[in-house]
Every structure is written in C-alpha cells, then in structure tokens.
C-alpha cells in the first residue's frame, strides 16, 4: 500500500476525523473506536501505522489509565495534512452531502471559509429562488455537527446579497482567503437562481421602444 493510499483508507480518514476535531485532546483507542464506529482489532492495527508514520504520537499514560494518542504537531506535513481533511473527508464532504441530499431545491452555492482557533467551522450558503426552511437547516446542521465532532457557524444568505458583496464586508474577506472553498458550485444543485427583477422606470422604457417600433 503506498503512502497516498494509506492516508486515504477509510478506517484512517474515519480516526483522523475523530483526531483533528479535537487536535489537543488524548483519545484512547477504546474511544476512538466508539466514536469513528470502527473494530476495535481496525483501530489497534490503524492506530500503530499512524504513529510510526509520526502522524499521531503516544502519551504516557498515568497510573491505572489507558494509553492515549494525540495529534503530533511537529509532524513536517501536519499544516498540510490539516488542510486536505478539513477540504475532504472531515468537514467538506459531509457538509457537500448534507446539503445536495437535504436542500438540493434551495442551496444555490455553498462555500467552506475555514475554521477558528477552537475548531469552529464557517458555513456560508448562498439560496436561489426559494429560501432553506430555518429550523430545518438547524437541525441538520446540528445533527451533522454531532457526526463530525465540530461546531457549525452558518450565513445564509441570498444570491443578490451574494453578488452585491463589498470588498470590505467581513464575508467577502473570508472569501478572498486562502483557505475557502466552494463546496456546492453554480449547477450541482436543482435549486433555480432567483429572476431578475426589472425596475418600473426600465420596464416602461422596454414598453415605450417596443410601441414606438415602426411596423414591418
């Protein structure tokens, strides 16, 4: 197995996703294997592979405890690593998921703008010509925040406002950065932009040139 299939099996990509959640806290294998819903002979076998990768490291355990892993951030790749879960397996896909199967009518586009200093992800949903039900985008959001092991901070807001964004706005600087990415692109929803509106004064215009036309 090489090292990009390794990373990428999923019984290290359902660990990793329990481990970069809470990236300072020790896990025991017994909890880990509770929360990613692994055999716990899987999380053992996967568990030695990430720490001789130097990915996870081992802690010490005290008196009448078991022992724990946590994430070693002084592994070369740890930043790099970090960001493929977060834009993959840990937070992008789930939430991509979520909202193509649950508001495939209403999310027009979807962006991931990153997250805090305490794991917070920042959602920003973009709707189309109808609105994503309030208390139902909660509770998804708040269910799939329980699978993912993070907490979820959403905008949603409209694709006028979207388009209208002013370069000192808070959300078109998130935007603008680096880390963001767009999970639900133009198209990969049913959702349908909203119509343009024309204002009273182009609408006569429109009329006026149509009645003062010469007939054919």
Partial sequence: MSAADFLFAPEVQKLLKVVYAAPDQPFAASELAQRS???PADVARTLEHLVSSGILKRQKPKADESDTVTLDRSFVFHDELRSIALKSFAAAEPLRSMLRSKFKDSVLRAFLLGEDKDGTLELLVVHGQSIPDEAAMAAA???LSKTIHRHLKVHVISN???NSLAVRDPLASKLAAACALEIIALGDTKAQPPAERIGLLQS???KLATLSRPAS
């Fill in 204 to 206: 006569a215009k429109k």
């Fill in 160 to 162: 006028a406002r979207f």
């Fill in 37 to 39: 819903k692994l055999d």
């Fill in 141 to 143: 959001c708040q269910k």
